[in-house]
């Protein structure tokens, strides 16, 4: 079973900083890729879910990241710690949502619908 938390989310000011974790549960965390995504506020809750970021599987190497968050988020994992990253600078007010942590068996994809274990997410607010 694989189990995900994410941390880190709170109210920053447009220009600002965040780095949201995720720690995953779980022996088997070194063969899952990893997402980031993003519902902005007001969307329905079964709504579709943004792509923000994806990593590869352990010693896969490979990054997705949307165009809209290209050059200022950064995805990341720590395989020893079972944990995955998201660094967001430049912070916009479009940027505000909440953010999800999922795994999938293949990646790094930006489709929602191939993520099997999502997080409960962490509210990001920009507000000045």
């Known amino acids: 079973q694989v189990h995900l938390v994410e941390s880190g989310g709170g109210l920053v000011q447009p220009g600002g900083s965040l780095t949201l974790s995720c720690a995953v549960s779980?022996?088997?965390?070194?063969?899952?890729?990893m997402g980031w995504f993003r519902r902005a506020p007001g969307k329905e809750p079964d709504s579709e879910r943004e792509?923000?970021?994806?990593?590869?599987?352990?010693?896969?190497?490979?990054?997705n990241y949307a165009d809209s968050v290209k050059g200022r988020f950064t995805i990341s994992r720590d395989d020893v710690k079972n944990m995955v990253y998201l660094q967001m600078n430049d912070l916009k007010p479009e940027d505000a949502a909440v953010y999800y942590c999922?795994?999938?068996?293949?990646?790094?994809?930006?489709?929602?619908?191939?993520?099997?274990?999502w997080g409960q997410g962490t509210q990001v607010t920009v507000s000045p």
């Open positions: 792509f923000v970021a994806a990593i590869g599987r352990a010693g896969n190497g490979r990054i």
């Open positions: 779980g022996r088997t965390f070194g063969s899952w890729a």
């Open positions: 999922a795994a999938a068996a293949v990646g790094p994809v930006p489709y929602d619908q191939e993520y099997n274990h």
